[in-house]
């Protein structure tokens, strides 16, 4: 049911050419029959030779060699055609498989909540789909295999009955008995697949965090520890492959040895001790040879899926997490904000920890609104709330009087322009940073609207003195610039984005003197323009902000304008004020 839930009815149109491959190979090995007999086929008294006889007499081609001889290139050609084509066809549907579910979990990351992905290892996710589909591939193709001996088996099994009944009663039980021995090779590989899977995801996890973490690695020269810890999950991986790959060697070595003892044994028997012709034993034993193949290749695949299953285990598991961890989000569209955000008594906790509590808020539109307050006091997850990355326990947060239930949330973010202490740059051109690549820089109007957002965030000079102006590539995560031009760059990629609400969220805590003025002026321009919300814990960042919020222990404990709130000595925000030597 797992595999006809991937495959849907293309898995019939399989099983029928995978049936009349196996028809035509078999009947294709019992025409060498009459003509291994030839001579004596009018003194022949065997059933089937008959039936030939007079199926090519009714057909018009007689009984000759050169008949013979031709129905045998006829159905061998039948049986290539077929092959082909179930080859083909099965390539054309694993490939396309593979596309389509790349791209339904790269919408499952995309509609994932925030929460799950903050509780999840990154490895994990970027093991998904970098190992665990292309291994949940080889699986089905492996399956595939599996169902293709089968098949085979059965044709071959009818086949041999048709000849010699009670000859293939006996091969079948030796057969089963083998089968039987060796089944519980099959469920090691399963439980070592899922290891294997498991051990995938931790390598991943802590690669990206070595990848991420390289210029501090290197620069303290601390790669030994992470990599002691690297190495043992390696280690561990190497353990599980190796038992995964010696399990499966198993079957397909002793394949060949089993095959032709049984065989000799089947032959000397019949010719030696029943006296049997040498041609009628020699076509049986060809299809119990083929026969045989196919029960230890379905051994060997049959081991081999099972030691690929983890793939698919992972897969289901992961769709299933992923649709109950899918954001939930109302059916209503907006296209702008008209006149007023609203926070009505929101609280919000993780896990046994209050970090926001009953906190009431509004944000006009067009104003620009700060929230300031100690590292700790809920700044961040107040912005999480505010972009719908969050759910809050209680309270509603409203857009022009409309419950952030009730609407899209992905409207709500349409909405948004958002530029964080961490600037996010992609290993691009300044162009592509700056638009996503929503459009081509050679053409005239988007490469207008790209040096405007990029003079209104004051980075067109710098980006013009590079080498290649803004074609030029910036490296991974922006290593060729500073810190400051990246942020400048973050701002330029919203303001190309037009949004109705700009939220800078602790945009400049991280920027020396220069780069924090010249972020300040763009932010400054915006003012009036649009709704700007600026996250802060520098407050000369809000200095100039219509009103200020200032949050303590995940409560507003004071609000007001800049120049009233510094102004109440006793205020919480005057002690802020003069422990960053700040003044009204």
Same mark, same amino acid.
């Given at each position: ?11 019939y ?6 049936l ?9 090995i ?78 499952k990351?995309?509609s ?25 591939m ?71 965090q070595?990848?991420?973490n ?44 089993i095959?032709v003892l ?31 193949? $196919? ?41 702008k ?62 857009i ?15 909405l ?5 202490q ?31 957002a990029s003079?209104?965030?004051?980075? @067109? ?14 490296? @991974? ?27 800078? @969220? ?31 814990h $520098? ?23 800049f ?22």
């Open positions: 049911m797992v595999f006809y839930g991937y495959f849907g009815k293309w898995l149109v399989l099983c029928f050419l995978l009349f491959g196996a028809m035509c190979d078999s009947f294709g019992m025409m060498l029959l009459p003509i291994l007999n030839f001579n004596k086929l009018e003194d022949s008294n065997n059933y089937y030779t008959e039936i030939l006889c007079k199926t090519l007499e009714s057909l018009g081609l007689g009984v000759s060699l050169t008949s013979l001889l031709f129905v045998i290139f006829i159905i061998f050609s039948l049986k290539g055609c077929f092959m082909f084509l179930q080859k083909g066809f099965l390539a054309y549907i694993l490939c396309g498989f593979e596309k389509r579910i790349k791209i339904d979990f790269c919408h990351y995309e994932m909540k925030y929460g799950y992905f903050v509780d999840t290892k990154i490895g994990y996710l970027n093991n998904i789909v970098t190992t665990e589909i292309a291994r949940a080889n699986c089905l193709n492996t399956y595939v295999e599996v169902l293709a001996n089968i098949i085979f088996v059965t044709i071959y099994i009818l086949a041999a009955f048709f000849i010699n009944f009670k000859l293939t009663v006996i091969v079948l039980f030796v057969c089963s008995l083998l089968f039987v021995a060796m089944k519980s090779l099959a469920r090691i590989s399963k439980n070592m697949s899922v290891l294997i899977s498991e051990n995938n995801a931790e390598t991943q996890s802590v690669l990206l070595i990848i991420g390289f210029k501090y690695l290197k620069a303290t020269n601390s790669f030994k520890r992470i990599f002691d810890q690297l190495f043992v999950i390696i280690e561990s991986g190497r353990k599980y492959n190796f038992k995964g790959r010696v399990l499966v060697a198993i079957p397909l070595s002793i394949i060949d040895p095959s049984l065989l000799s044994g089947l032959i000397y028997y019949n010719v030696e001790y029943k006296g049997e012709s040498l041609s009628s034993v020699l076509i049986l034993s060809l299809i119990f040879y083929r026969l045989f193949s $196919r029960v230890f290749s379905f051994q060997a695949f049959w081991q081999k899926f099972n030691s690929l299953v983890g793939g698919i285990e992972v897969l289901r598991k992961a769709t299933k997490v992923f649709d109950i961890q899918k954001e939930h989000t109302g059916k209503l569209k907006i296209e904000f008209e006149k007023i955000i609203e926070l009505k008594g929101i609280s919000f906790s993780f896990s046994s920890k209050q970090v926001l509590s009953d906190i009431n808020m509004t944000i006009p539109k067009n104003k620009s609104i700060g929230i300031v307050g100690e590292s700790g006091a809920g700044k961040t997850t107040l912005f999480d709330i505010f972009t719908g990355l969050l759910v809050p326990q209680s309270g509603t947060v409203c022009d009087g409309i419950d952030y239930r009730e609407i899209d949330i992905s409207a709500i973010r349409n948004i322009g958002y530029v964080t961490d600037a996010i740059i992609f290993n691009d051109s300044f162009a592509n940073n700056i638009t996503l690549w929503k459009c081509n820089f050679n053409d005239y109007r988007c490469r207008e609207k790209i040096e405007n003079i209104m965030a004051n980075c @067109d000079t710098f980006i013009k003195e590079t080498s290649m102006g803004y074609e030029t590539e910036v490296g @991974d995560r922006g290593i060729r610039v500073s810190g400051g031009q990246k942020q400048r760059i973050s701002i330029a990629r919203e303001i190309y984005r037009n949004p109705d609400i700009m939220i800078f @969220d602790e945009a400049t805590s991280a920027l020396d003197s220069e780069s924090e003025d010249f972020v300040q002026k763009s932010i400054n321009a915006m003012k009036g323009q649009r709704t700007v919300v600026i996250i802060a $520098r407050l000369s960042t809000v200095k100039k902000c219509d009103y200020i919020y200032v949050l303590k222990n995940g409560r507003i404990v004071e609000e007001g304008n120049q009233e709130l510094c102004s109440n000595t006793n205020s919480h925000f005057f002690r802020m004020c003069e422990a960053q030597n700040l003044q009204n």
